[in-house]
């Protein structure tokens, strides 16, 4: 018995009939005609009962059906709108589980650095535009890595340049550019001048100020330093958050996301997404982590659980905490000194006790807690702490409270993810994006043992994530499932490959794993009739393609609530 019959008994008798008038030469409505139908494609639903089709059906925001061409026939009625994927594959809407919002949007309003070869790139475009700004207007920058350039810039600490250059070209305006893991920042002299920041400003709690041999402030801030940058964003004129959201809305439909997980937003962000859904400035479906005080959560945490806003646009049931930085900047928390720099182990971010308070507050008025964890000791304290929350409330089975990132593991940790039902919400891009430098972080031991053990994690029993933590990388899921399959760096190595996903499991894990990390998957993750119609079609089959191809495919439509919001060729119309 086919998927359509099962699924659909009731409309049998239709087909029947329309293929009888067909013949005639007459036309009959369906019994039940879809508003939208894709045909003549390969549909994976990601649904174990139906893997795949030739066609789907939608009907108002919901799947209706999935069959061959010749079923799903029986839905076209005269209002139905038909698209004819013409061999193109059609799966369940992408679902990023991990990314920034906000940042994305904010990071097109500023210098892109992500692609700069060096730092004197940097200081080119920085120096590109200061004629063009006011005096003392602050020139923003985001994307440098230099684990990524061409060579160390000379003079250097820790292989970061020192501020003088860039000083030079930008002498009355402050510059700010932030890594482009967002957890360390660059600043010329300006900047630091009018933060007050002098070779005596003490390192804050979980930040360090770099400094030469004599002392001196290099322009390099990481992680919790890069708040004492105030002063030079005094005065700046801010960027308008609508136009932020709309940008980041824009572009993760072009790229065939139909449901983003932000990793962290306060109150008014929420205020303001709510807003944008009421008026239709959203399409994009958003599930939100709060991200502020453990004292404003107390105070106003049981205002802001929504669930399902504006026809499930909507979602804030989660809540946002860091324990350290990421590796590139030496700001991951480790267990043992870093193999490149064996004067540190990383920086712990916010201290164990304000996290474990987090967890009570989440536990108290049922919210997912999600940790930001890179290094193995972020990654065991966050453990532990999830493991006394769970016994200090053992009535709520299912929490899914999830570790963000979860990069480097210590063995004896890993099994823990699937014993506490712990949610490892991880990237796959930034596996081939950090493996350059992972070994000279960690050494080969460590790598080879904890380093994205994604394999090692789902024989666990854990449920593993995916995403781009843009705007940290591109928010393209086609690299990052790429990065999944093959864990191929661009010199051809491959980063351990016995922890490639196959791809099947890479789609899960950008789809119902996704939606089952934020107790969705009930209503998406797989185009299972009833669940809502969120699809993404591609130019090509990433499940069937070579390897070395799958890159080049392209998002050609995103379709979310049986609406198609993007269509590429018309995204300028």
């Known amino acids: 018995m086919t998927a359509f019959v099962r699924w659909n008994r009731h409309l049998i008798g239709s087909c029947f009939v329309l293929a009888m008038v067909s013949t005639l030469g007459c036309y009959a409505e369906p019994e039940v005609a879809a508003d939208l139908v894709l045909q003549g494609g390969r549909i994976v639903t990601v649904d174990d009962d139906v893997p795949e089709g030739e066609a789907i059906a939608m009907k108002g925001d919901t799947v209706l059906a999935v069959g061959s061409n010749r079923e799903i026939r029986a839905y076209i009625g005269s209002e139905t709108e038909v698209i004819d994927l013409d061999g193109m594959l059609a799966i369940p809407g992408f679902i990023e589980s991990h990314g920034h919002f906000s940042g994305i949007g904010a990071a097109k309003m500023q210098l892109n650095l992500m692609a700069v070869a060096n730092w004197g790139e940097v200081v080119s475009m920085v120096a590109a535009v200061v004629g063009d700004a006011a005096t003392g207007e602050l020139i923003r920058g985001r994307g440098w890595h230099q684990e990524k350039w061409d060579a160390t810039p000379e003079p250097n600490v820790d292989g970061l340049p020192t501020h003088h250059t860039l000083s030079a070209v930008s002498p009355d305006n402050p510059v700010v550019l932030r890594h482009a893991s967002g957890h360390a920042s660059f600043a010329n002299a300006k900047a630091m001048e009018m933060s007050g920041i002098t070779r005596d400003t003490p390192d804050p709690p979980g930040g360090e100020i770099v400094r030469d041999a004599s002392g001196e402030p290099i322009g390099a801030f990481r992680e919790t330093a890069q708040g004492l940058l105030g002063g030079a964003y005094e005065g700046a004129e801010g960027s308008d958050p609508r136009r932020v959201l709309q940008l980041a809305n824009d572009e993760v439909l072009s790229k065939g996301i139909t449901s983003f997980q932000d990793a962290g937003s306060g109150f008014g962000t929420v205020d303001l997404i709510k807003e944008m859904i009421d008026d239709g400035s959203l399409d994009v479906r958003l599930w939100v982590m709060l991200r502020v005080s453990n004292d404003r959560l107390a105070e106003r945490i049981a205002d802001y659980r929504i669930i399902g806003y504006g026809n499930d646009h909507l979602t804030v049931r989660a809540i946002k905490r860091s324990l350290d930085g990421a590796l590139g900047p030496h700001g991951a928390w480790l267990l043992e000194p870093y193999e490149d720099m064996p004067t540190s182990s990383g920086l712990n971010t916010s201290t164990v006790a304000s996290v474990r308070e987090t967890a009570r507050i989440a536990a108290e008025h049922d919210f997912q807690l999600c940790v930001h964890a890179i290094g193995d000791r972020a990654n065991r304290e966050t453990l532990d702490i999830f493991e006394e929350a769970y016994r200090a409330n053992p009535e709520r089975t299912d929490r899914r409270w999830r570790v963000e990132h979860s990069q480097h593991l210590h063995p004896d940790d890993i099994p823990r993810f699937g014993q506490l039902g712990v949610i490892a919400s991880m990237q796959g891009i930034h596996c081939t994006s950090d493996a350059p430098y992972v070994l000279e972080r960690l050494g080969e031991r460590r790598a080879e043992e904890g380093a994205y053990v994604w394999q090692k994690l789902m024989q666990s029993g ?112």
Do not use: C
Request: a negative charge.
């Open 462 to 573: 854990a449920v593993v994530t995916n995403g781009t933590d843009a705007p940290v990388e591109d928010v393209d899921p086609i690299a990052s499932f790429y990065a999944t399959v093959s864990r191929r760096l661009n010199d051809g190595r491959v980063f351990y490959p016995d922890q490639r996903m196959s791809r099947e499991e890479a789609l899960r894990s950008y789809t119902i794993n996704g939606a089952y990390a934020a107790f969705e998957e009930d209503s998406k993750g797989s185009l299972t009739p009833g669940k809502l119609a969120d699809v993404t079609v591609l130019s090509q089959d990433i499940m069937t393609i070579a390897e070395d191809e799958i890159p080049t495919t392209e998002v050609v439509y995103t379709i979310i609530g049986g609406k198609v919001v993007y269509s590429r060729g018309t995204e300028n119309d």
